[in-house]
């Protein structure tokens, strides 16, 4: 069963959705099976991938309205290992029609018990807002990864995330757990990006990400041409930022990722009906006993292989100077006395 990862700040403008649509990517262009769940009214990661958020027939707001299952909604993209669930403009109105809905906050992770065994990694792009959207996020996701720019504001937001993340682990989803801060546009050249990223590894300590992304003009330029950074750009500063970040959640997740594989029908191999090959027709015994073996050593010797007259004095293993013995009587030296023919 694959993890789910809310990409999650109420902070705008800090690269929530640059950062779920690459992250997506990356994982896929690894050969993870990936999807990528765009719950931002603005569709800006559902248009990033190429698709056009008003010519769907239908979205993550018929999910969440009840009116559409997962596999309805489920588009492929170019990239082999990516699929991705499509925003809407009509997700603005989501929140009010859910009011009335039973464990309204609990919509998307019930709707997500049936794919999570197709994928290893499902990304969720949350809203620039803690509403009824992000908790949804929240309440699926098994961890979440905050991403932070390297500004003064951008910190001043992640005290409310924080709490927001606490008030749902009491309430909702007591296994959430935090993935990461990943530090965004990032420029080493500045003064007050390096005051940002010490306080917040000061403050997160090991829970921020190795990986830093940069600011870089194609991972600005690669939405409006519909793809991801690394089909962009793959060799950008932007593609290797996130293929690296993308290396450590993978390299943080292995108990996810070996899981048992499930057959077609949702059964785990281990479950499934044992097939055996049959062993060859002269042999009687797929696993003979150590006493039949004994006996018949016993009974016929092995044969000793015949010397080669072309083993070198120093091939050998010195552990068996007959060889080499063999080896200096097949080639003996030339006798001082012996001359050459004429």
Do not use: W
């Not at 049936?114 to 509403?131: A, E, M, Q, T």
């Not at 940069?214 to 793809?227: D, I, L, T, W, Y």
């Amino acid at each position: 069963m694959g993890k789910v990862i809310a990409v999650a700040n109420q902070k705008g403008g800090v690269g929530k959705t640059t950062t779920a649509v690459n992250l997506a990517a990356s994982l896929a262009a690894s050969e993870h099976p990936t999807l990528l769940i765009d719950t931002d009214p603005q569709a800006n990661g559902t248009s990033s991938l190429g698709i056009e958020p008003r010519t769907v027939a239908s979205s993550v707001y018929d999910i969440l309205t009840g009116s559409a299952g997962v596999d309805d909604v489920v588009l492929h993209t170019e990239m082999p290992f990516l699929d991705v669930v499509p925003s809407h403009i009509n997700l603005v109105g989501a929140e009010i029609e859910m009011i009335d809905l039973f464990e309204r906050e609990r919509v998307l992770k019930k709707a997500l018990q049936g794919v999570r065994k197709k994928y290893h990694f499902v990304v969720i792009d949350c809203p620039p807002s803690l509403g009824l959207l992000t908790l949804n996020a929240l309440t699926a996701a098994d961890a979440v990864l905050i991403p932070v720019q390297t500004e003064y504001f951008a910190l001043e937001g992640l005290g409310q995330l924080l709490n927001t993340i606490k008030i749902v682990r009491q309430h909702l989803n007591p296994d959430l757990e935090i993935e990461g801060v990943l530090l965004t546009m990032f420029d080493g050249r500045l003064r007050l990006s390096n005051q940002v990223a010490a306080e917040v590894r000061r403050y997160f300590g090991d829970r921020v990400f190795e990986s830093v992304v940069q600011r870089n003009v194609r991972v600005s330029e690669a939405p409006s041409f519909g793809k991801p950074v690394l089909l962009y750009d793959a060799i950008s500063t932007g593609s290797r930022n996130y293929m690296a970040v993308a290396a450590e959640v993978v390299r943080n997740n292995q108990r996810y990722l070996q899981a048992p594989p499930e057959t077609a029908d949702g059964t785990p191999l281990d479950d499934a009906p044992d097939l055996r090959v049959p062993p060859p027709a002269p042999r009687l015994s797929a696993r003979p006993t150590e006493a039949t073996d004994e006996q018949t050593a016993s009974k016929t010797p092995a044969p000793k292989p015949p010397p080669s007259p072309r083993l070198p004095a120093g091939d050998g293993d010195a552990s068996t100077p007959e060889r080499v013995v063999l080896a200096s009587r097949a080639t003996p030296p030339a006798s001082s006395g012996d001359a050459p023919d004429a």
